[in-house]
């Protein structure tokens, strides 16, 4: 059984920074394409970021695109989320998403239905 635990949400101010992190654990997961995605109260959950295996090709949402940051460090079973220049709008729970769908080398998920495993979620709060 895979599980996904996420690190490192928090309050902060408009335009401050974050760095959420996420470990793996009962599989290695080195071969799939992960990701971060968010839910805001009342929207439903969006990806807003995702990585192919080898890190080598990443894929953003238009909303965090140019603010927010992914990467992974497949020796520790772990990928990130650098995000910069937060805005309010960025407030949300934000989960660590594994998809095994495909193994192939640059492939990056592209929607939450892709998702096969979910973290428990870090809440990051953004005020202005």
């Known amino acids: 059984q895979v599980q996904l635990v996420e690190s490192g949400g928090g309050s902060v101010q408009a335009g401050d920074s974050l760095r959420l992190s996420c470990a793996a654990s009962?599989?290695?997961?080195?071969?799939?394409?992960m990701g971060w995605a968010r839910q805001a109260p009342g929207k439903e959950r969006e990806l807003v970021a995702s990585?192919?295996?080898?890190?080598?090709?990443?894929y953003y949402a238009d909303s965090v695109e140019g603010r927010f940051t992914i990467s992974r460090d497949n020796a520790k079973n772990s990928v990130y989320l650098q995000m910069d220049s937060l805005k309010p709008e960025d407030t949300a729970v934000y989960y660590c998403?594994?998809?095994?769908?495909?193994?192939?080398?640059?492939?990056?998920?592209?929607?939450?239905?892709?998702?096969?495993?979910w973290g428990q979620g870090t809440q990051v709060t953004v005020s202005s």
């Open positions: 990585i192919s295996w080898r890190g080598e090709r990443t």
């Open positions: 009962g599989r290695a997961v080195s071969s799939f394409a």
């Open positions: 998403a594994l998809d095994i769908t495909y193994d192939g080398r640059y492939y990056t998920t592209r929607t939450v239905a892709d998702v096969n495993y």
